[in-house]
Protein backbone atom coordinates (compact mmCIF):
# COMPACT_ATOMS: atom_id res chain seq x y z
CA UNK A 1 0.00 0.00 0.00
CA UNK A 2 1.56 3.25 -1.14
CA UNK A 3 1.76 6.20 1.27
CA UNK A 4 -0.98 8.39 -1.10
CA UNK A 5 -3.18 5.34 -0.86
CA UNK A 6 -2.90 5.60 3.07
CA UNK A 7 -3.51 8.94 3.20
CA UNK A 8 -6.98 8.52 1.12
CA UNK A 9 -10.28 8.10 2.30
CA UNK A 10 -11.71 6.50 -0.57
CA UNK A 11 -9.48 4.09 -2.99
CA UNK A 12 -10.73 3.20 -6.55
CA UNK A 13 -10.23 -0.63 -8.69
CA UNK A 14 -11.69 -2.67 -10.76
CA UNK A 15 -11.73 -5.77 -8.62
CA UNK A 16 -11.26 -6.23 -4.72
CA UNK A 17 -10.13 -9.75 -3.65
CA UNK A 18 -10.48 -10.53 -0.28
CA UNK A 19 -7.98 -12.89 1.23
CA UNK A 20 -4.35 -14.13 -0.27
CA UNK A 21 -4.79 -18.03 -0.06
CA UNK A 22 -4.80 -19.81 -3.47
CA UNK A 23 -8.01 -18.78 -4.71
CA UNK A 24 -8.00 -15.27 -3.51
CA UNK A 25 -4.15 -14.98 -6.09
CA UNK A 26 -5.32 -16.83 -8.54
CA UNK A 27 -8.28 -14.21 -9.12
CA UNK A 28 -6.31 -11.41 -8.66
CA UNK A 29 -3.37 -12.86 -11.12
CA UNK A 30 -5.92 -13.68 -13.94
CA UNK A 31 -8.19 -10.33 -13.42
CA UNK A 32 -5.02 -8.36 -13.62
CA UNK A 33 -3.52 -10.54 -16.52
CA UNK A 34 -7.26 -9.39 -18.10
CA UNK A 35 -6.18 -5.29 -17.67
CA UNK A 36 -8.23 -5.28 -14.72
CA UNK A 37 -6.81 -3.16 -11.96
CA UNK A 38 -6.60 -5.59 -8.62
CA UNK A 39 -6.00 -4.65 -4.91
CA UNK A 40 -5.54 -7.92 -2.58
CA UNK A 41 -6.51 -7.26 1.03
CA UNK A 42 -5.17 -9.70 3.64
CA UNK A 43 -6.27 -10.02 6.97
CA UNK A 44 -2.93 -11.29 8.22
CA UNK A 45 0.49 -9.45 7.96
CA UNK A 46 1.48 -12.48 5.83
CA UNK A 47 -0.16 -13.49 2.83
CA UNK A 48 -0.60 -17.14 2.34
CA UNK A 49 -3.63 -18.12 4.70
CA UNK A 50 -3.87 -21.88 4.79
CA UNK A 51 -2.81 -22.65 1.53
CA UNK A 52 1.13 -21.22 2.67
CA UNK A 53 0.90 -24.04 5.70
CA UNK A 54 -0.28 -27.20 3.57
CA UNK A 55 0.95 -30.14 0.87
CA UNK A 56 0.27 -27.97 -2.42
CA UNK A 57 -1.18 -30.68 -4.34
CA UNK A 58 -3.87 -29.61 -7.01
CA UNK A 59 -6.68 -31.76 -8.21
CA UNK A 60 -7.81 -30.95 -11.64
CA UNK A 61 -8.30 -33.93 -13.78
CA UNK A 62 -7.13 -33.98 -17.16
CA UNK A 63 -4.45 -31.00 -16.28
CA UNK A 64 -1.35 -30.57 -19.10
CA UNK A 65 0.86 -30.99 -16.88
CA UNK A 66 -0.32 -34.66 -15.75
CA UNK A 67 -0.77 -35.41 -19.40
CA UNK A 68 2.38 -34.41 -20.77
CA UNK A 69 3.83 -37.02 -18.20
CA UNK A 70 1.90 -39.63 -20.46
CA UNK A 71 -1.55 -39.45 -17.99
CA UNK A 72 -4.56 -40.41 -20.22
CA UNK A 73 -7.51 -39.32 -18.46
CA UNK A 74 -11.64 -38.44 -19.18
CA UNK A 75 -13.57 -35.91 -18.52
CA UNK A 76 -16.41 -38.82 -18.48
CA UNK A 77 -14.32 -40.55 -15.69
CA UNK A 78 -13.73 -37.31 -13.79
CA UNK A 79 -17.61 -36.66 -13.60
CA UNK A 80 -18.57 -40.77 -12.93
CA UNK A 81 -15.52 -40.42 -10.03
CA UNK A 82 -17.03 -36.62 -8.63
CA UNK A 83 -20.90 -37.82 -8.78
CA UNK A 84 -19.84 -41.20 -6.77
CA UNK A 85 -18.12 -39.67 -4.27
CA UNK A 86 -20.54 -36.27 -4.22
CA UNK A 87 -23.26 -38.80 -3.45
CA UNK A 88 -26.91 -36.76 -3.16
CA UNK A 89 -24.84 -33.22 -2.83
CA UNK A 90 -23.12 -33.61 -6.47
CA UNK A 91 -23.72 -30.46 -8.37
CA UNK A 92 -23.59 -30.81 -11.57
CA UNK A 93 -23.50 -27.41 -13.00
CA UNK A 94 -20.40 -26.14 -11.07
CA UNK A 95 -18.43 -29.36 -11.60
CA UNK A 96 -18.55 -29.26 -15.07
CA UNK A 97 -16.89 -25.53 -14.85
CA UNK A 98 -14.44 -27.49 -12.51
CA UNK A 99 -13.38 -29.93 -15.78
CA UNK A 100 -14.26 -27.82 -18.48
CA UNK A 101 -11.97 -24.85 -17.09
CA UNK A 102 -10.04 -26.41 -14.92
CA UNK A 103 -7.32 -27.92 -17.81
CA UNK A 104 -7.70 -24.16 -19.39
CA UNK A 105 -6.05 -22.90 -15.31
CA UNK A 106 -3.55 -24.75 -15.13
CA UNK A 107 -2.06 -23.61 -18.97
CA UNK A 108 -2.91 -19.99 -17.94
CA UNK A 109 -0.90 -19.97 -14.45
CA UNK A 110 2.07 -22.69 -16.15
CA UNK A 111 2.56 -20.53 -19.16
CA UNK A 112 1.76 -16.90 -18.23
CA UNK A 113 3.10 -16.38 -14.92
CA UNK A 114 5.56 -17.57 -12.47
CA UNK A 115 3.39 -20.47 -11.18
CA UNK A 116 5.59 -23.20 -12.81
CA UNK A 117 4.11 -27.25 -12.14
CA UNK A 118 5.35 -30.47 -11.88
CA UNK A 119 3.23 -33.66 -12.13
CA UNK A 120 2.68 -35.61 -9.32
CA UNK A 121 1.56 -39.19 -11.60
CA UNK A 122 1.78 -41.69 -8.67
CA UNK A 123 -0.27 -40.04 -6.75
CA UNK A 124 -3.25 -42.32 -6.52
CA UNK A 125 -7.27 -40.78 -6.36
CA UNK A 126 -8.48 -41.30 -2.70
CA UNK A 127 -10.17 -44.18 -3.41
CA UNK A 128 -9.45 -45.47 -6.59
CA UNK A 129 -11.58 -49.00 -7.06
CA UNK A 130 -14.25 -45.99 -6.71
CA UNK A 131 -16.50 -45.34 -10.53
CA UNK A 132 -14.03 -43.59 -12.52
CA UNK A 133 -11.35 -43.51 -9.80
CA UNK A 134 -7.43 -43.66 -10.61
CA UNK A 135 -4.66 -44.96 -9.60
CA UNK A 136 -2.76 -41.65 -10.01
CA UNK A 137 -2.55 -38.78 -12.34
CA UNK A 138 -4.99 -35.92 -11.43
CA UNK A 139 -2.87 -34.39 -8.56
CA UNK A 140 0.06 -31.70 -9.50
CA UNK A 141 2.51 -29.58 -7.10
CA UNK A 142 3.62 -26.21 -7.64
CA UNK A 143 7.74 -26.23 -8.42
CA UNK A 144 10.15 -25.46 -5.49
CA UNK A 145 10.92 -21.70 -5.53
CA UNK A 146 14.01 -19.83 -4.44
CA UNK A 147 12.90 -17.47 -2.24
CA UNK A 148 15.17 -14.34 -2.99
CA UNK A 149 12.81 -14.37 -5.97
CA UNK A 150 10.34 -12.62 -3.44
CA UNK A 151 13.14 -9.68 -2.52
CA UNK A 152 11.92 -7.92 0.46
CA UNK A 153 8.46 -9.20 -0.23
CA UNK A 154 9.65 -12.25 1.27
CA UNK A 155 8.98 -10.93 4.93
CA UNK A 156 5.35 -10.67 4.12
CA UNK A 157 4.99 -14.77 2.99
CA UNK A 158 3.47 -16.90 5.81
CA UNK A 159 5.83 -18.97 7.33
CA UNK A 160 5.15 -22.71 6.93
CA UNK A 161 4.23 -24.75 9.81
CA UNK A 162 7.11 -25.00 12.00
CA UNK A 163 5.99 -28.66 13.16
CA UNK A 164 6.38 -30.26 9.25
CA UNK A 165 9.89 -28.46 8.73
CA UNK A 166 13.16 -29.98 9.88
CA UNK A 167 15.61 -27.43 11.69
CA UNK A 168 13.69 -25.07 9.35
CA UNK A 169 14.29 -26.77 6.00
CA UNK A 170 10.90 -27.10 4.46
CA UNK A 171 10.85 -30.97 3.04
CA UNK A 172 9.33 -31.71 -0.21
CA UNK A 173 6.27 -33.68 -0.06
CA UNK A 174 6.94 -37.14 -2.32
CA UNK A 175 10.24 -38.09 -3.84
CA UNK A 176 11.87 -35.49 -1.59
CA UNK A 177 10.32 -37.15 1.58
CA UNK A 178 11.42 -40.92 0.72
CA UNK A 179 14.79 -39.86 0.93
CA UNK A 180 14.55 -38.60 4.13
CA UNK A 181 13.17 -41.43 5.32
CA UNK A 182 15.83 -43.70 3.22
CA UNK A 183 18.65 -42.11 4.54
CA UNK A 184 19.86 -44.54 6.53
CA UNK A 185 19.36 -47.46 4.25
CA UNK A 186 20.34 -45.96 0.65
CA UNK A 187 23.57 -44.21 -0.50
CA UNK A 188 21.72 -42.34 -3.29
CA UNK A 189 19.43 -40.92 -0.54
CA UNK A 190 21.99 -39.75 2.09
CA UNK A 191 23.90 -38.29 -0.68
CA UNK A 192 20.99 -36.11 -0.96
CA UNK A 193 19.58 -35.49 2.39
CA UNK A 194 23.55 -34.13 3.07
CA UNK A 195 23.16 -31.32 -0.37
CA UNK A 196 19.93 -30.54 1.05
CA UNK A 197 21.30 -29.90 3.96
CA UNK A 198 24.54 -28.36 3.54
CA UNK A 199 22.30 -26.18 1.14
CA UNK A 200 20.00 -25.21 4.26
CA UNK A 201 23.23 -24.78 6.51
CA UNK A 202 24.23 -22.04 3.94
CA UNK A 203 21.18 -20.03 3.80
CA UNK A 204 20.51 -20.14 7.19
CA UNK A 205 24.28 -18.64 7.56
CA UNK A 206 23.80 -15.86 5.07
CA UNK A 207 19.96 -15.44 5.04
CA UNK A 208 19.27 -16.27 9.10
CA UNK A 209 15.85 -18.69 7.28
CA UNK A 210 15.36 -21.75 4.87
CA UNK A 211 15.48 -20.38 1.26
CA UNK A 212 14.26 -23.10 -1.21
CA UNK A 213 10.47 -22.98 -0.61
CA UNK A 214 8.33 -26.39 -1.42
CA UNK A 215 5.01 -27.46 -0.95
CA UNK A 216 2.13 -24.90 -0.23
CA UNK A 217 4.81 -22.52 0.64
CA UNK A 218 6.02 -22.41 -2.95
CA UNK A 219 2.82 -22.26 -4.20
CA UNK A 220 2.17 -19.20 -2.52
CA UNK A 221 5.32 -17.90 -3.20
CA UNK A 222 4.75 -18.00 -6.88
CA UNK A 223 1.53 -16.27 -6.86
CA UNK A 224 2.75 -13.69 -4.76
CA UNK A 225 5.61 -13.00 -7.12
CA UNK A 226 3.37 -13.37 -9.73
CA UNK A 227 0.89 -10.81 -8.53
CA UNK A 228 3.49 -8.62 -7.69
CA UNK A 229 4.92 -8.82 -11.70
CA UNK A 230 1.34 -7.69 -12.82
CA UNK A 231 1.29 -4.87 -10.38
CA UNK A 232 -1.58 -5.97 -8.33
CA UNK A 233 -1.84 -3.84 -5.21
CA UNK A 234 -1.35 -6.65 -1.80
CA UNK A 235 -2.27 -4.59 0.89
CA UNK A 236 -1.40 -6.91 4.52
CA UNK A 237 -2.80 -6.12 7.94
CA UNK A 238 -5.74 -5.14 6.07
CA UNK A 239 -9.13 -7.17 7.53
CA UNK A 240 -12.21 -6.38 5.76
CA UNK A 241 -15.06 -4.65 8.27
CA UNK A 242 -18.56 -4.63 5.60
CA UNK A 243 -19.03 -4.89 2.24
CA UNK A 244 -21.25 -2.41 0.47
CA UNK A 245 -23.88 -2.47 -1.55
CA UNK A 246 -25.74 0.07 -4.27
CA UNK A 247 -28.81 -1.33 -4.91
CA UNK A 248 -28.64 -5.10 -5.30
CA UNK A 249 -25.02 -4.89 -6.61
CA UNK A 250 -21.94 -5.54 -4.09
CA UNK A 251 -19.61 -2.47 -4.91
CA UNK A 252 -16.88 -2.49 -2.73
CA UNK A 253 -16.19 -2.59 1.12
CA UNK A 254 -14.86 -0.36 4.21
CA UNK A 255 -11.45 -2.28 5.24
CA UNK A 256 -9.60 -1.33 8.30
CA UNK A 257 -6.40 -0.43 7.86
CA UNK A 258 -3.38 0.61 10.20
CA UNK A 259 -3.95 3.83 8.77
CA UNK A 260 -7.46 4.12 9.72
CA UNK A 261 -10.53 2.90 7.46
CA UNK A 262 -10.18 2.87 3.85
CA UNK A 263 -13.43 2.64 1.18
CA UNK A 264 -12.61 0.26 -1.42
CA UNK A 265 -15.10 0.86 -4.60
CA UNK A 266 -14.68 -2.08 -6.50
CA UNK A 267 -16.45 -1.35 -10.17
CA UNK A 268 -16.66 -5.38 -11.02
CA UNK A 269 -17.00 -6.71 -7.85
CA UNK A 270 -15.34 -8.05 -4.88
CA UNK A 271 -14.38 -11.84 -4.67
CA UNK A 272 -14.16 -13.44 -1.16
CA UNK A 273 -11.43 -15.55 -0.42
CA UNK A 274 -11.06 -15.48 3.04
CA UNK A 275 -9.86 -19.48 4.06
CA UNK A 276 -13.23 -20.14 5.44
CA UNK A 277 -14.20 -20.84 9.16
CA UNK A 278 -11.48 -23.38 10.22
CA UNK A 279 -11.08 -20.61 12.95
CA UNK A 280 -14.68 -19.52 14.08
CA UNK A 281 -15.26 -20.94 17.25
CA UNK A 282 -19.51 -20.22 17.05
CA UNK A 283 -19.30 -21.36 13.62
CA UNK A 284 -17.69 -24.63 14.44
CA UNK A 285 -19.84 -25.29 18.04
CA UNK A 286 -22.44 -25.32 15.01
CA UNK A 287 -21.55 -27.42 11.87
CA UNK A 288 -18.77 -29.52 13.70
CA UNK A 289 -20.57 -32.31 15.89
CA UNK A 290 -17.52 -33.05 17.98
CA UNK A 291 -16.14 -29.66 18.90
CA UNK A 292 -19.21 -28.47 20.26
CA UNK A 293 -17.74 -26.96 23.69
CA UNK A 294 -15.18 -26.36 21.32
CA UNK A 295 -12.67 -28.55 22.95
CA UNK A 296 -12.65 -31.75 20.60
CA UNK A 297 -10.62 -30.04 17.68
CA UNK A 298 -7.44 -28.83 16.80
CA UNK A 299 -7.17 -26.95 13.23
CA UNK A 300 -3.47 -26.29 11.90
CA UNK A 301 -5.25 -23.33 9.87
CA UNK A 302 -4.24 -19.65 10.77
CA UNK A 303 -5.75 -18.10 13.88
CA UNK A 304 -6.96 -15.18 11.55
CA UNK A 305 -9.18 -17.95 9.47
CA UNK A 306 -12.55 -16.95 11.63
CA UNK A 307 -14.87 -16.88 8.98
CA UNK A 308 -14.67 -13.26 7.81
CA UNK A 309 -15.86 -14.28 3.99
CA UNK A 310 -19.18 -15.75 5.14
CA UNK A 311 -19.83 -13.11 7.27
CA UNK A 312 -19.62 -10.61 5.22
CA UNK A 313 -21.35 -13.01 2.05
CA UNK A 314 -24.07 -13.39 4.99
CA UNK A 315 -25.10 -10.00 5.91
CA UNK A 316 -25.36 -9.23 1.96
CA UNK A 317 -27.79 -11.68 1.68
CA UNK A 318 -25.39 -15.04 0.67
CA UNK A 319 -26.25 -18.40 2.08
CA UNK A 320 -23.81 -20.42 3.36
CA UNK A 321 -23.82 -24.71 3.37
CA UNK A 322 -25.34 -26.46 6.29
CA UNK A 323 -26.37 -29.40 4.61
CA UNK A 324 -22.86 -31.92 3.69
CA UNK A 325 -21.71 -34.65 5.69
CA UNK A 326 -18.78 -33.16 6.46
CA UNK A 327 -17.95 -29.58 6.83
CA UNK A 328 -14.24 -29.70 6.66
CA UNK A 329 -11.65 -31.97 5.47
CA UNK A 330 -10.98 -34.09 8.62
CA UNK A 331 -7.24 -35.23 9.57
CA UNK A 332 -5.43 -36.96 12.50
CA UNK A 333 -3.57 -34.46 14.25
CA UNK A 334 -0.63 -34.89 17.25
CA UNK A 335 -0.52 -31.92 19.81
CA UNK A 336 2.67 -31.01 19.83
CA UNK A 337 4.24 -29.30 23.04
CA UNK A 338 6.21 -26.26 22.56
CA UNK A 339 9.25 -24.43 24.92
CA UNK A 340 6.74 -21.28 25.35
CA UNK A 341 4.14 -23.65 26.91
CA UNK A 342 1.49 -23.66 23.61
CA UNK A 343 1.07 -26.71 21.06
CA UNK A 344 1.86 -27.02 17.54
CA UNK A 345 -0.03 -29.14 15.52
CA UNK A 346 0.97 -31.90 13.25
CA UNK A 347 -0.86 -33.78 10.35
CA UNK A 348 -0.68 -37.42 10.02
CA UNK A 349 -0.59 -37.54 6.46
CA UNK A 350 1.75 -39.91 5.69
CA UNK A 351 2.86 -42.38 9.07
CA UNK A 352 -0.23 -44.14 9.32
CA UNK A 353 0.21 -46.20 5.84
CA UNK A 354 3.88 -47.37 6.87
CA UNK A 355 4.05 -50.90 7.88
CA UNK A 356 3.97 -51.43 11.18
CA UNK A 357 1.78 -48.79 12.57
CA UNK A 358 -2.05 -49.81 13.95
CA UNK A 359 -4.04 -47.32 15.39
CA UNK A 360 -6.30 -48.09 18.19
CA UNK A 361 -9.41 -46.03 20.42
CA UNK A 362 -8.56 -45.60 24.07
CA UNK A 363 -9.83 -49.42 24.61
CA UNK A 364 -7.26 -50.96 22.74
CA UNK A 365 -9.45 -51.83 19.90
CA UNK A 366 -8.29 -51.06 16.03
CA UNK A 367 -11.47 -49.41 14.30
CA UNK A 368 -9.82 -48.60 10.54
CA UNK A 369 -7.81 -49.38 7.77
CA UNK A 370 -4.49 -46.76 9.10
CA UNK A 371 -3.47 -46.65 5.72
CA UNK A 372 -6.78 -44.68 4.10
CA UNK A 373 -6.75 -41.09 3.52
CA UNK A 374 -6.87 -38.80 6.57
CA UNK A 375 -10.46 -37.70 5.88
CA UNK A 376 -11.32 -41.48 6.15
CA UNK A 377 -9.44 -42.44 9.22
CA UNK A 378 -11.28 -39.18 10.94
CA UNK A 379 -14.74 -40.42 9.62
CA UNK A 380 -14.55 -43.80 10.55
CA UNK A 381 -12.75 -42.57 14.61
CA UNK A 382 -16.42 -40.66 14.28
CA UNK A 383 -18.06 -43.80 13.97
CA UNK A 384 -16.28 -46.03 16.47
CA UNK A 385 -16.58 -43.20 19.03
CA UNK A 386 -19.86 -41.27 18.30
CA UNK A 387 -19.73 -37.47 18.27
CA UNK A 388 -20.75 -36.92 21.91
CA UNK A 389 -17.43 -38.78 22.79
CA UNK A 390 -14.12 -37.35 22.61
CA UNK A 391 -12.73 -38.54 19.19
CA UNK A 392 -9.29 -39.31 19.75
CA UNK A 393 -7.06 -42.49 19.07
CA UNK A 394 -3.92 -43.56 19.41
CA UNK A 395 -0.80 -44.38 16.77
CA UNK A 396 1.00 -47.68 18.10
CA UNK A 397 4.42 -48.82 16.69
CA UNK A 398 7.77 -50.83 17.69
CA UNK A 399 11.04 -49.68 17.93
CA UNK A 400 12.01 -50.57 14.46
CA UNK A 401 9.03 -48.51 12.99
CA UNK A 402 10.32 -45.50 14.94
CA UNK A 403 13.79 -46.28 14.08
CA UNK A 404 12.98 -46.44 10.13
CA UNK A 405 10.02 -43.76 9.77
CA UNK A 406 9.76 -42.21 13.36
CA UNK A 407 6.38 -41.12 14.50
CA UNK A 408 4.27 -37.87 13.61
CA UNK A 409 6.77 -35.16 14.77
CA UNK A 410 9.17 -37.39 16.39
CA UNK A 411 12.11 -37.94 13.11
CA UNK A 412 13.42 -41.37 12.36
CA UNK A 413 17.28 -42.48 13.46
CA UNK A 414 19.43 -40.96 13.74
CA UNK A 415 17.70 -38.04 15.59
CA UNK A 416 17.33 -38.21 19.26
CA UNK A 417 13.76 -38.63 20.67
CA UNK A 418 14.70 -38.52 24.36
CA UNK A 419 12.86 -34.93 23.96
CA UNK A 420 9.90 -35.88 22.73
CA UNK A 421 9.75 -38.72 25.77
CA UNK A 422 10.51 -36.02 28.25
CA UNK A 423 7.71 -33.35 26.97
CA UNK A 424 4.86 -36.44 27.10
CA UNK A 425 4.14 -36.36 23.51
CA UNK A 426 5.65 -39.77 23.08
CA UNK A 427 4.95 -42.36 24.98
CA UNK A 428 6.62 -45.52 25.41
CA UNK A 429 6.84 -48.89 27.58
CA UNK A 430 9.47 -51.64 27.11
CA UNK A 431 6.66 -54.05 26.82
CA UNK A 432 3.22 -53.91 25.09
CA UNK A 433 1.37 -53.54 28.44
CA UNK A 434 3.71 -51.14 29.70
CA UNK A 435 3.29 -48.77 26.76
CA UNK A 436 -0.36 -48.93 27.39
CA UNK A 437 -0.64 -48.17 31.19
CA UNK A 438 1.75 -45.07 30.14
CA UNK A 439 -0.57 -43.82 27.30
CA UNK A 440 -3.82 -44.67 29.18
CA UNK A 441 -4.89 -47.56 26.79
CA UNK A 442 -6.81 -50.52 28.25
CA UNK A 443 -3.59 -52.71 28.70
CA UNK A 444 -5.39 -56.17 28.42
CA UNK A 445 -6.95 -55.45 24.87
CA UNK A 446 -3.95 -53.99 23.49
CA UNK A 447 -1.82 -56.88 24.10
CA UNK A 448 -4.59 -59.11 22.18
CA UNK A 449 -4.91 -56.59 19.55
CA UNK A 450 -1.16 -56.59 18.95
CA UNK A 451 -1.11 -60.27 19.20
CA UNK A 452 -4.34 -60.45 16.49
CA UNK A 453 -2.14 -58.09 13.98
CA UNK A 454 0.95 -60.38 14.08
CA UNK A 455 -1.18 -63.92 13.51
CA UNK A 456 -3.05 -62.18 10.62
CA UNK A 457 -0.62 -60.04 8.99
CA UNK A 458 1.75 -63.28 8.61
CA UNK A 459 0.36 -63.92 5.04
CA UNK A 460 0.13 -60.22 3.90
CA UNK A 461 -3.03 -59.39 4.56
CA UNK A 462 -5.13 -57.64 7.18
CA UNK A 463 -7.98 -59.75 7.49
CA UNK A 464 -9.82 -57.10 9.89
CA UNK A 465 -9.50 -53.83 8.01
CA UNK A 466 -7.42 -54.63 4.53
CA UNK A 467 -4.73 -52.06 4.99
CA UNK A 468 -2.69 -52.42 2.49
CA UNK A 469 -5.45 -53.32 -0.12
CA UNK A 470 -5.85 -50.22 -2.64
CA UNK A 471 -3.35 -48.25 -4.75
CA UNK A 472 -3.64 -45.35 -2.23
CA UNK A 473 -2.68 -47.31 0.72
CA UNK A 474 0.27 -48.69 -0.95
CA UNK A 475 1.31 -45.55 -2.11
CA UNK A 476 2.27 -44.12 1.29
CA UNK A 477 3.67 -47.31 2.44
CA UNK A 478 7.11 -48.77 1.89
CA UNK A 479 8.14 -51.29 -1.22
CA UNK A 480 10.52 -52.80 0.38
CA UNK A 481 8.20 -54.91 2.76
CA UNK A 482 6.69 -57.35 -0.07
CA UNK A 483 3.95 -58.67 -0.56
CA UNK A 484 1.98 -55.71 1.62
CA UNK A 485 3.93 -52.57 1.88
CA UNK A 486 1.59 -51.60 4.45
CA UNK A 487 2.21 -54.36 7.01
CA UNK A 488 4.42 -55.45 9.64
CA UNK A 489 4.77 -56.93 13.04
CA UNK A 490 4.88 -55.12 15.99
CA UNK A 491 7.10 -57.39 18.03
CA UNK A 492 10.47 -55.58 18.99
CA UNK A 493 10.37 -53.28 22.19
CA UNK A 494 10.51 -50.67 23.22
CA UNK A 495 7.12 -49.82 21.67
CA UNK A 496 5.69 -46.58 21.51
CA UNK A 497 2.48 -44.65 20.93
CA UNK A 498 0.96 -41.07 19.68
CA UNK A 499 -2.52 -40.03 20.64
CA UNK A 500 -3.93 -38.22 17.62
CA UNK A 501 -7.36 -35.89 17.98
CA UNK A 502 -9.74 -34.47 14.96
CA UNK A 503 -8.23 -31.52 13.41
CA UNK A 504 -9.07 -29.83 9.86
CA UNK A 505 -7.43 -28.98 6.69
CA UNK A 506 -9.92 -26.42 5.59
CA UNK A 507 -13.49 -25.94 5.67
CA UNK A 508 -16.10 -27.17 2.79
CA UNK A 509 -19.29 -25.81 4.02
CA UNK A 510 -19.12 -22.52 1.94
CA UNK A 511 -20.70 -19.71 0.38
CA UNK A 512 -23.18 -21.00 -2.15
CA UNK A 513 -22.50 -19.81 -5.79
CA UNK A 514 -23.02 -20.93 -9.53
CA UNK A 515 -21.02 -22.15 -12.01
CA UNK A 516 -19.29 -18.63 -12.59
CA UNK A 517 -18.59 -18.37 -8.67
CA UNK A 518 -21.21 -16.13 -8.36
CA UNK A 519 -22.38 -15.97 -4.81
CA UNK A 520 -26.20 -16.63 -4.76
CA UNK A 521 -28.68 -15.63 -2.19
CA UNK A 522 -31.72 -17.50 -0.98
CA UNK A 523 -33.48 -18.56 -3.97
CA UNK A 524 -30.37 -18.73 -6.10
CA UNK A 525 -30.11 -15.67 -7.71
CA UNK A 526 -26.33 -14.06 -8.64
CA UNK A 527 -25.48 -11.06 -5.71
CA UNK A 528 -24.44 -8.97 -8.42
CA UNK A 529 -20.59 -8.04 -8.03
CA UNK A 530 -20.22 -10.80 -5.07
CA UNK A 531 -17.86 -13.90 -5.94
CA UNK A 532 -16.22 -16.39 -3.78
CA UNK A 533 -13.55 -19.12 -4.25
CA UNK A 534 -11.45 -21.02 -2.22
CA UNK A 535 -12.61 -22.17 0.71
CA UNK A 536 -15.43 -19.25 1.16
CA UNK A 537 -16.53 -20.92 -1.63
CA UNK A 538 -19.51 -23.80 -1.20
CA UNK A 539 -16.94 -27.72 -2.09
CA UNK A 540 -18.23 -29.11 -4.98
CA UNK A 541 -16.80 -31.94 -3.27
CA UNK A 542 -20.04 -32.50 -1.70
CA UNK A 543 -18.65 -32.40 2.19
CA UNK A 544 -16.11 -35.68 0.47
CA UNK A 545 -12.80 -35.80 0.22
CA UNK A 546 -11.85 -37.80 -3.25
CA UNK A 547 -7.76 -36.95 -3.77
CA UNK A 548 -4.95 -35.05 -2.71
CA UNK A 549 -5.32 -31.58 -3.80
CA UNK A 550 -9.14 -31.07 -3.48
CA UNK A 551 -9.13 -27.91 -1.91
CA UNK A 552 -6.49 -26.24 -3.75
CA UNK A 553 -7.03 -27.73 -7.42
CA UNK A 554 -11.21 -25.98 -7.22
CA UNK A 555 -9.61 -23.25 -5.67
CA UNK A 556 -7.46 -22.21 -8.54
CA UNK A 557 -9.71 -23.23 -10.86
CA UNK A 558 -12.41 -21.44 -9.31
CA UNK A 559 -10.16 -18.09 -8.91
CA UNK A 560 -9.65 -18.36 -12.49
CA UNK A 561 -13.15 -18.56 -13.42
CA UNK A 562 -14.35 -15.43 -11.09
CA UNK A 563 -11.95 -13.05 -12.95
CA UNK A 564 -12.64 -14.47 -16.42
CA UNK A 565 -16.43 -13.19 -15.39
CA UNK A 566 -15.25 -10.16 -13.87
CA UNK A 567 -12.93 -9.29 -17.01
CA UNK A 568 -16.09 -10.19 -19.44
CA UNK A 569 -19.23 -8.39 -17.48
CA UNK A 570 -19.51 -5.78 -14.92
CA UNK A 571 -21.62 -6.29 -11.63
CA UNK A 572 -25.04 -4.26 -12.70
CA UNK A 573 -25.28 -6.65 -15.88
CA UNK A 574 -27.45 -9.73 -15.05
CA UNK A 575 -26.17 -12.51 -16.82
Known amino acids: MTKETRMAQTVDCDVLVVGSGAGGFAAAVAAQARGLKVIVAEKEKWVGGTTALSGGFMWVPNNPISRA ?26 VEAFLQEGP ?20 SDYHPDAPGGRAGGRSIKALPYRAQGLGKELNRLSPPLPELTFV ?14 NVTRSLKSAAYVAQRLLAHARDLALYQRGMLLTNGNALVARLFRSALDLGVD ?49 RRREMFPHDRSNDGHFSPAPKGNTGDGLRLGEEVGAVAEKGYPNAAAWVPVSRVPRRDGSYGVFPHFIDRAKPGLIAVLPNGKRFVNEANSYHDFCQ ?48 TGKTVAELARAAGIDATALEATVDQWN ?58 ADRYSRVTDHEGRPIPGLYAAGNDLNSIMGGNYPGGGITLGPALTFGYIAAKHLAEHSHNVRC
Open 69 to 94: DGIEDTVDAARTYLRHEAGNHFNAEN
Open 380 to 427: ALFAAVGTDAAARAYLVVDQPFLTRYGLGFVKPFPVPVGGNIRSGYLK
Open 455 to 512: KDIANGEDKAFGKGTTSYNRFNGDPDFEPNPCLAPLATGPFYAVEVVVGDLGTFAGLR
Open 168 to 181: GLMIGSGPELKHFF
Open 104 to 123: EAIAFFHEKTALQFEPASAF
Open 234 to 282: VWTDSPVARLIREGDAVTGAVINTKSGDITVRAKRGVVLAAGGFPQDMS
